[in-house]
């Protein structure tokens, strides 16, 4: 994923799977922006379908359910 890199993104793993996705690739993105760029730019090339999941760190979600009262 050499577009990936030159976007700013870091490919933290890859997985090739069975049932309904054939891969599954872990991106580090500097932004949800850029990661949706990525998801725009392989789509249009017609061959390749994409589904984003945002994910969150352990951190990021205790901030989040810090919110919480």
Known sequence: MAEAEKMGMKIVEAF??????DVV???????????????LKVGAMGSVKTHTMRAFRRDEME???SNIK
Do not use: K, N, R
């Open 16 to 21: 090739w799977t069975m049932g309904v996705y």
């Open 25 to 39: 690739v872990l991106l580090d993105a500097p932004d949800d922006e850029t990661m949706s760029a990525l998801a």
């Open 63 to 65: 901030a989040i359910l």
